[in-house]
């Protein structure tokens, strides 16, 4: 006899969010609460198709707490390319936190998805999950995004974007000119969202707050809550568009010169406490790498 799921409709509540199971899908609805992180209520609900879950673990939690995780299948959700591992633990929005009193029924739950999952665990050939949808928008440092499902808009502020980007003059990209997009996280040094070009455009600049395909964070500045969701929005739409299989166009190698200085920036803001001493090591490895 077939393994079968929970009935459908059930619902599993958990610390900001609730897991809802669907013939077919999970739909995780996310709380509003002050304590949720921003970038839950900024989802707000996504439905999860089971196609789209590689694997269901559960694994004790901090504070007598036990954690339910879907696995998402490489590839399955634009959300989740974008952000390219750079989620901490408690942004993750394939977990779902519970009180460790609610294990033997979180493992029941597991078990029931474990059972409807498929064999194939390849990367997906297209998105599964669907992403956020446009209109978008968000402010970061040195300008304000927008994106309306055709085409992503760089309006510059006067008081953060460089000279280049003045010079450059707002900026308007259709989808079907991308072939990616780079996320940054803004909890970590120089987080930026960076659009990608197809080969065809002009090499970009190093540096993201030289790039005027690229908005800037700022150190601890940035909205991981809208900024995300965005990136994931518009990478959907360029793969949607067919442009994304092309490669982007290569960044030219930064000046030794400046990479000393950011390297001596970064130091000083280490010195500061403003970055940890993991953040400092990644970060110069990174930079030095780039020599």
């Keep these: 006899m077939p393994h079968t799921m929970a009935r459908m409709g059930d619902v599993l509540a958990g610390f900001h969010a609730a897991w809802e199971f669907e013939s077919d899908s999970v739909l995780i609805r996310f709380e509003r609460g002050i304590r949720t992180p921003k ?5 707000g609900e996504r439905r999860i198709p089971l196609e789209a879950i590689a ?27 974008a952000a390219a591992g750079q989620l901490k633990e408690g942004c993750d929005p394939y977990r779902l936190v519970l009180p460790a009193e609610r294990e033997t029924l979180a493992e029941y739950y597991a078990d029931e998805l474990r059972g409807q999952l498929t064999e194939d665990d390849k990367p997906a050939e297209r998105y599964l999950v669907g992403p956020p949808e446009a209109p978008l928008q968000f402010k970061a440092y040195d300008g304000k995004a927008s994106f309306d499902g055709k085409a992503v808009s760089f309006r510059w ?15 308007r990209f259709p989808v079907a000119d991308l072939s990616g997009v780079e ?11 960076r659009l990608l070009r197809r080969q065809s455009a002009p090499a970009q600049p190093a540096q993201a707050d030289q790039d005027p395909a690229a908005v800037v964070f ?14 994931a929005a518009v990478l959907s739409a360029v793969r949607a568009s067919g442009s994304g299989a092309l490669p982007p166009a290569a960044a030219p190698r930064r000046d030794p010169a400046d990479i000393a200085e950011r390297i001596r920036h970064l130091g000083e803001l280490h010195e500061a406490g403003l970055v940890t001493d993991e953040e400092f090591t990644s970060k110069k490895a990174e930079l030095l790498a780039e020599l």
């Design 218 to 231: 700022g150190l601890g500045y940035g909205p991981v809550h809208e900024s995300l969701p965005f990136a």
């Design 39 to 43: 970038l839950f209520q900024a989802l």
């Design 183 to 193: 996320w940054r996280s803004p909890e970590v040094f120089e987080g930026h969202l």
């Design 157 to 171: 502020f006067w008081t953060g974007a460089s000279s280049a980007k003045w010079k450059a003059g707002d900026q």
């Design 55 to 81: 694997a269901v673990t559960l694994t004790p939690g901090k504070r007598g707490t036990v954690v339910l995780r879907a696995v998402p299948r490489a590839g399955a959700d634009p959300l989740m390319e």
